[in-house]
């Protein structure tokens, strides 16, 4: 029954050599970081309502980041790569206008908020590096809808 789980075209896998080399790219490292700055500084939000919304809003923003990065490092396709490149961008976007809204609504001091920012201008410019480094002829097909590669015409 499951007599081919054991066919890997003689591709060795090991699993902590590829965490290793997740670990090691200075845009997962980045990405971490923003992640627990994210969270240190949600940390000092008080629990009003607008409050518990941004903390939830820019966690989830933050944490959505590296784990899309690693999805996209564990794949060889170039679609699937830049739809999770897509969802990073939007991601870091989304925690950007977050501090600018925390800081309009006076939820914590504007240096702090500053931090932040800076880390996530250091992390686009990793950003635009990384995804130079995505092969485009590692894709198989089109994926339906035209976005990153012209669907072959019907």
Aim: charged share 35%.
């Amino acid at each position: 029954m499951w007599e081919d789980d054991d066919d890997d075209d003689g591709v060795d896998y090991d699993p902590e050599e590829e965490r290793k080399k997740l670990e090691s790219l200075p845009i997962y490292k980045k990405s971490l970081d923003i992640l627990d700055l994210t969270q240190q500084i949600v940390d000092t939000f008080d629990d009003e309502d607008m409050a518990k919304v941004h903390r939830q809003l820019m966690l989830e923003d933050a944490m959505i980041i590296p784990a899309k990065i690693a999805g996209a490092e564990a794949m060889d396709d170039y679609i699937l790569k830049m739809e999770n490149a897509t969802i990073i961008k939007i991601h870091a976007r989304s925690l950007l206008a977050q501090t600018s809204s925390a800081k309009f609504l006076d939820l914590l001091d504007e240096r702090y908020l500053q931090l932040l920012r800076d880390e996530l201008e250091t992390f686009r410019s990793l950003f635009k590096e990384w995804i130079t480094s995505f092969e485009t002829g590692t894709t198989k097909e089109g994926d339906g809808w035209g976005l990153f590669v012209p669907d072959d015409v019907e």
